[in-house]
């Protein structure tokens, strides 16, 4: 099916409003585009046909079915540099990318059932300091997280304490959040004021700092039996992280002065200068996500079921609502969130309200509840009475009614409810539009080798690649496939550090191709390795933030001290690209043609072509081996060019010349030796 049949894709946000009128969020978690046409799939999970989408419902997780047409889109799962257009009955409109992307939400207070109206993402921290799959920086060395350890203080109710490592933990469960572990918005990260329940038998491995008779006598005769706690704090012990490379610092530090790659167990005082490489962080937040917020004076706040019936009002202006409006005031007060009213979503909803976020170990009754009894009572429909019902019965193991009040400069944990995105998009003319909702675009996930945008690094499509010429795009005519590109040469050792001028030119797209190096988009994981741009480049290494026509690159650095979080621009090249996020796995991937001879061949196979590798037959592979030849050449003029581009490196900075740089090009030197004589040249 093409990309332009699909209305929703993998993780945007949806609504819907239920038969008994309650708004209702959920997230897309598959569409059809991937979906199998033979009836071999999981019997299990009911297949995504064309025209549906597979949507998980916030905020217990029910996976569902539905057709496209039954729900409403209410926000755009886009990334800076994500590709987009505006959707036009029958024209072919011009593309742009994302060059910012500015997140709204509506936060809940956990513990309350009060409602933040358009916090701003920027201003959530993440419950955890660290986590895994991410790049970080210390020292000037680059790796990824592969694991964290932390531990936990426990406070029981009697005032008994004992640290627990984090994997101890895990095997509690959260009082509050009685959601399936398969769903799609169970969160596994800890907080301070966290309620976990549990045998004292998983506990006993722990460090207790202080132990009442009462819980020692527990310990000792009744080890199953299950107690509540309180997480009183987290403390990050250790990170193991794989180290990829090293960023050059600066002219003035010598040899000596240059730190030893650090061990796979950063710990101690190490763990106070790691630098987190997630600059576009913000932009991931999604419904369920749970983050600390301090309040501010000016700050939006309201209870739940006000701002149900605000979303709903503004999210249904111009839309036809079906509902009765007196159903709908019923169902927004009582709020059912579902429409199959299983008690075990009931106590989940119950539960995630109802919690005090305070240290206090002292579970609160759901106030939301008791505030809808008190209007239903003039509603004496039958599905209000059962759950009216229910939740007396949950009123009365929960105890008394508590309720947290938030000020300003309180820090509080919350949990996301919904999300609003503007997006500022580069268009291909060289056009930059601000703000725009991104539920007017529309994600291009599949583009060919001549589409192009302002910004980019180009080269001649021709045979020969010409290491010191290069091309920044300017504008791209959409229709006409035509770019004005401003040619430039690098600049070379002894030179002014700034890139020569050659000439502004209007050419084909189809005689442009991407520049090999030069692969720089929103987001890269980029070093400096070369200090022509003087030390206010930035120190260490960073993240792409944008392209620009001029030529250079804006880059965000994590620096230390001063210098954390600098902005500079960059010539293209004075950086080396580490590598690019994942957005679907959270880890880095290598260029296609650089993660081996099989995926860097996938691009030149078409899907029937990849069909039948199976069946290759003898007389077949002598095509092949045809076929490697002028492969193996082009590799080889690429490991060419990087060389000469090395050595331009070494030229300008000598220290850069260590120990085990050396080593490792003494090991590619024999290893070149050895194709010579494989290849008798």
């Given at each position: ?37 033979d ?26 079915v ?31 990318y ?21 916090v ?232 995630s ?50 309720m947290m009040?938030v000020?300003p400069?309180?820090?509080?944990v ?116 070369m ?32 210098n ?64 490697i ?53």
């Amino acid at each position: 099916m093409a990309n332009h049949d699909f209305k929703y894709f993998y993780e945007d946000e949806v609504f819907r409003i239920t038969k008994k009128g309650a708004l209702q969020f959920g997230m897309v978690i598959e569409n059809a585009e991937f979906a199998s046409s033979d009836e071999s799939s999981d019997e299990e999970e009911q297949p995504v046909k064309a025209g549906q989408i597979r949507v998980a419902w916030y905020p217990q997780g029910s996976e569902e079915v539905v057709p496209e047409r039954k729900v409403h889109l209410a926000d755009r799962s886009l990334m800076p540099g994500d590709v987009v257009r505006r959707l036009v009955q029958g024209k072919n409109t011009q593309r742009g990318y994302c060059r910012d992307v500015k997140v709204y939400s509506s936060v809940q207070v956990i513990g309350t059932n009060q409602v933040i109206f358009g916090v701003q993402s920027e201003d959530l921290t993440p419950l955890e300091a660290f986590k895994s799959d991410i790049l970080i920086g210390l020292d000037g060395w680059v790796g990824m997280v592969r694991s964290v350890k932390s531990n936990l203080t426990l406070r029981f109710t009697d005032g008994s304490k004992v640290i627990v490592d984090d994997e101890v933990a895990e095997d509690l469960d959260d009082i509050r959040d009685k959601r399936d572990p398969e769903c799609e918005f169970k969160r596994y990260d800890f907080y301070p004021g966290q309620i976990l329940f549990g045998p004292v038998k998983s506990l006993e491995g722990g460090q207790w700092i202080e132990c009442s008779p009462d819980i020692q006598s527990t310990r000792k005769h009744k080890p199953h039996k299950a107690f509540k706690v309180t997480v009183e704090e987290i403390d990050f012990i250790s990170l193991g992280v794989s180290w990829i490379c090293r960023a050059y610092f600066s002219s003035t530090t010598s040899t000596e002065e240059t730190k030893a790659q650090p061990k796979f167990k950063v710990e101690g005082e190490s763990l106070a200068r790691v630098k987190m490489l997630n600059v576009f962080e913000p932009c991931t937040l999604q419904i369920g996500d749970r983050n600390f917020y301090t309040m501010k004076e000016n700050d939006i706040v309201m209870m739940k079921s006000e701002w149900k019936k605000l979303q709903k009002d503004q999210l249904m202006k111009g839309k036809k609502d079906k509902p009765a409006k007196k159903v709908a005031k019923l169902a927004e007060v009582e709020h059912i969130d579902d429409d199959d009213n299983s008690s075990e979503f009931e106590d989940c909803e119950a539960d995630s309200d109802a919690a005090s976020v305070s240290s206090h170990d002292s579970s609160s009754q759901n106030i939301e509840g008791k505030s809808g009894k008190k209007k239903v009572k003039h509603q004496p429909g039958l599905m209000t009475k059962v759950l009216k019902k229910k939740k007396l019965k949950k009123t009365k193991k929960t105890g008394p009614l508590t309720m947290m009040v938030v000020k300003p400069g309180d820090k509080v944990v919350t949990e996301t409810l919904s999300t609003r995105s503007e997006v500022d998009v580069v268009w291909q003319d060289g056009s930059v539009e601000k703000a725009i909702p991104s539920a007017e675009l529309y994600p291009i996930h599949h583009l060919d080798d001549h589409e192009f945008f302002p910004g980019d690094f180009v080269t001649e499509a021709k045979e020969g690649f010409q290491p010191h010429s290069y091309g920044v795009v300017q504008d791209v005519d959409h229709a006409g496939r035509c770019c004005k590109v401003k040619w430039f040469r690098t600049y070379t050792e002894g030179a002014q550090p700034q890139p020569i001028y050659v000439s502004t030119a209007d050419a084909s797209a189809y005689d442009l191709k991407d520049h090999p190096d030069f692969k720089y988009r929103p987001g890269s994981i980029v070093i400096r390795v070369m200090n022509c741009a003087g030390d206010d480049c930035g120190l260490g290494a960073g993240q792409v933030l944008d392209n620009h026509p001029s030529g250079q690159v804006s880059v965000w650095w994590a620096g230390e001290g001063e210098n954390e979080g600098v902005r500079s621009a960059c010539w293209p090249q004075d950086l080396y690209k580490v590598g690019e996020y994942d957005s679907d796995e959270g880890e880095l991937w290598e260029d296609e043609d650089e993660s081996g001879d099989e995926s860097g061949n996938d691009s030149w196979e078409t899907e029937e072509e990849q069909e039948g590798m199976e069946d290759v037959k003898e007389e077949e592979l002598h095509t092949d081996e045809m076929d490697i030849k002028p492969k193996l050449a082009a590799k080889i003029e690429k490991a060419r060019i990087a060389m000469t581009r090395l050595e331009e490196i070494f030229s300008e900075n000598p220290t850069l010349q260590t120990q085990g740089v050396m080593k490792q090009l003494l090991d590619v030197y024999k290893d070149c030796r050895y194709l010579d004589r494989l290849m008798g040249t």
